[in-house]
């Protein structure tokens, strides 16, 4: 971004002042992420970076959390982290499943009413979560299934797959239909079709709708409190209860392993974009 | 016989059209089959769900079903003297079923809701029912006046008559701060009663606030993503995508630290010597702290429609309004900023959509007054059980969302919305 020679002063002074604006978003963005690394190696439990840790002294330092988050008498961070994963993981199938086929449909030229349709596919995202909240849970106590995992699996299936309808209809859309009609007259029934043809070709928007699936249940934390049970407790809601009872040292030794888990994501994340859009031809 | 002739038929005899549209029905078919289960799902699930949201908080049927004789017999009473005997009699013995049924309670309950004072006079009137104090074959009219003097204010009948509607907008008019007064008029409650309207208002000025702090923020950095050189704007776009996909509870718990009144915000503002050691304000829990957590946790989602939008600009249209004799001012003011009104609405509508359901942050960082309606939606469904209630509440934010849905497709176009 180096300026022109002939650029006047008052310019070049705007200019340097833009850069000063977004290096300070920047960090607004990223820091509050990095405070929370160290301190989750506090030695002792206060928020706080104590004297030692500013001096660096090794002593300062301690996994300390990171064993009482393992191993802590009455903890309930590993069934929090077994009900978070299991949920999550099949809320994502059930998502990808229904949100795939559903895109597939819905990128059809013959699809009647797509407007109103699409609109219905995509409200969860759009209505807020505590709305949605106060609906699913009164479906799911009517049915029965307030605080089972079933009924917070359903829930998450319902807003992870706008996400996923979202990034395969964008896939579709750049999606070449010769080749579909092409097997089809070399005598592929439909289903073959999908899976040896069409499917690797979306794969990478499936997947990433897949991600956003599995974040949003990961995260969610406003619908579940309204469902979940004292067994069905997942890691979001034992951070709010911990976040509003005591901030805790423990939580943030939870919060690195979930900022851990989020780069990982992101990182496959990315790498299947580009991917993707190697795929599709659009080069940038 | 000319017109057949010249229809053109398949190769099976059947005339062109009618196969094609034969094809056609079955594609349509076929794509809607794909759609279905989803769509049927989500109707099941949560639009049905949403529905019932409705029902639910206008219903006021318990009270309709508990005394129908006494209403039955009320409709002919004109409600300005004490009503006739009949109406006396009728609530007797719809009250007698209820005292079998053990439902009195709720009576009183409902009731008083109604009318402050109906709890004291029907458990006055329940134990006389009890010990079988009332006789029948005397006036029944006589007897309930003389079981409390309540009971002879006709104030208090004319309460009973205005639950009669299986319907009712009160859970409406609580959440505006009003109710319907004994002339079936809309009231304001009284001053130092009136908290939802505040929250609504603070709501409304938060999500407000949140959406033009992420705008004022957004904007430069979307900027400089989309006309960086590639290598580098890929390892900037980090600093927007790690929040983005980080837990909203890491991002909360990480400015209660940063935040708080030891925190490291402050220990800088000491520092620089801002404030005094002794003398550090008070970031936390008030609305200092629901802005800033809930500026940088909506940031991305203004940030990725913009430098989407942003992206697709190309460079030498500001060169081209540069060599015409624009300033580097006029040229983006004119030929830059209009091309990024899409992503402006797109980042805008999101986030002000997002930040006015809001309910975590505000919980945590926000203290007594971060409070939104979201918070008191939860509220009212956990701790209160006023479900009614709070499905009324939750539909007037939904309406208000699509209101501003509707506005935004009007004005912009739904269509500009994309995912990063």
């Excluded at chain 2, 409406?172 to 929250?199: C, F, G, P, W």
Aim: one cysteine or more; charged letters at 15%; glycine letters at 6%.
């Amino acid at each position: 971004m180096a300026l022109p020679k002939y650029t006047e002063t008052r310019y070049r002074i705007w200019h340097y002042f833009y850069i000063a604006i977004c290096t300070f978003v920047f960090i607004f963005l990223i820091a509050p992420l990095f405070v929370i690394f160290p301190l989750s190696f506090n030695a002792e439990e206060f928020l706080v970076f104590s004297e030692g840790m500013k001096n660096l002294d090794p002593d300062a330092f301690s996994l300390r959390w990171y064993k009482d988050m393992v191993y802590g008498t009455k903890n309930p961070w590993g069934l929090a982290a077994k009900n978070s994963f299991i949920i999550a993981i099949f809320a994502t199938l059930g998502s990808v499943i229904l949100g795939t086929v559903a895109a597939l449909g819905l990128s059809s030229r013959h699809m009647p009413f797509k407007g109103i349709i699409m609109a219905t596919l995509i409200s969860p995202m759009i209505v807020p979560l505590i709305i949605s909240g106060v609906a699913i849970f009164f479906f799911m106590a009517k049915a029965g299934l307030a605080a089972t995992h079933t009924g917070i699996v359903l829930a998450h299936i319902i807003l992870g797959t706008p996400f996923v309808v979202i990034t395969v209809t964008a896939t579709l859309s750049g999606f070449d239909h010769s080749v579909t009609r092409a097997a089809a007259s070399l005598g592929s029934n439909p289903v073959n079709t999908f899976m040896k043809v069409t499917l690797p070709l979306i794969l990478p928007g499936v997947i990433s709708g897949g991600l956003f699936a599995f974040v949003t249940s990961f995260d969610e934390v406003v619908v579940v409190l309204f469902l979940a049970g004292l067994e069905n407790t997942t890691i979001p809601i034992q951070m709010w209860t911990g976040l509003r009872e005591q901030l805790s040292p423990t939580i943030l030794a939870v919060a690195t392993c979930l900022i851990v888990l989020s780069t990982l994501i992101l990182i496959s994340a990315e790498l299947l974009r580009r991917r993707s859009e190697r795929l599709r031809g659009i080069n940038r | 016989m000319s017109n057949e002739t010249k229809q053109i038929l398949t190769t099976d005899g059947i005339p062109l059209e009618i196969s094609l549209k034969k094809a056609e029905r079955k594609n349509k078919i076929k794509a809607f089959l794909l759609v279905a289960p989803l769509l049927l799902f989500l109707i099941i699930t949560y639009i049905f769900p949403i529905g019932e949201m409705f029902t639910r908080s206008i219903d006021d049927k318990m009270i309709t079903n508990m005394l129908p004789k006494t209403f039955k017999s009320m409709e002919t009473w004109d409600g300005k003297e004490l009503p006739s005997e009949e109406v006396f009699a009728s609530f007797l013995s719809d009250f007698k079923i209820l005292v079998e049924k053990k439902e009195h309670g709720k009576l009183a309950q409902r009731l008083n809701k109604e009318k402050n004072g109906f709890n004291t006079i029907t458990k006055k009137l329940f134990r006389q029912v009890k010990r079988n104090k009332i006789d029948e074959t005397q006036s029944i009219k006589e007897q309930i006046m003389k079981v409390h003097k309540r009971w002879r204010n006709v104030e208090y009948w004319q309460a009973i008559k205005r639950t009669a509607p299986p319907y009712t907008s009160a859970k409406y008019l609580k959440a505006m701060d009003m109710y319907l007064n004994e002339d079936n008029k809309i009231t304001q409650v009284s001053e130092d009663r009136r908290i939802h309207r505040i929250l609504w208002l603070r709501t409304v000025e938060v999500a407000f606030f949140v959406t033009v702090f992420c705008f004022l923020m957004g904007y430069p950095i979307a900027h400089l993503l989309a006309t960086l050189p590639m290598k580098y704007s890929n390892l900037l776009m980090i600093c927007v995508l790690l929040p983005f996909w980080t837990s909203l509870l890491v991002r909360t718990a990480s400015w209660m630290i940063l935040l708080q009144q030891q925190g490291v915000v402050n220990d800088f503002f000491v520092l620089i010597g801002l404030v005094s050691d002794d003398n550090r304000p008070e970031m936390m829990y008030n609305k200092v702290g629901t802005y800033v957590a809930m500026t940088q946790i909506l940031l991305p989602f203004m940030v990725l429609p913009l430098y989407s939008v942003m992206k697709t600009i190309s460079p030498s249209l500001m060169r081209a309004g540069k060599s015409l004799g624009g300033t580097p001012f006029v040229a983006f003011w004119k030929v830059y900023f209009p091309l990024t009104i899409p992503g402006i609405g797109a980042g805008c509508l999101l986030v002000f959509i997002l930040a006015i359901g809001y309910y975590i942050t505000p919980a945590l960082v926000g203290g007594a007054s971060g409070t939104l309606i979201s918070n008191q939606i939860a509220y009212h469904m956990k701790t209160t059980l006023d479900w009614s209630f709070a499905s009324a509440m939750g539909l007037m934010l939904l309406g208000g969302v699509l209101v501003i849905y509707w506005l935004y497709n009007k004005l912009v176009g739904v269509d500009n919305i994309k995912l990063g």
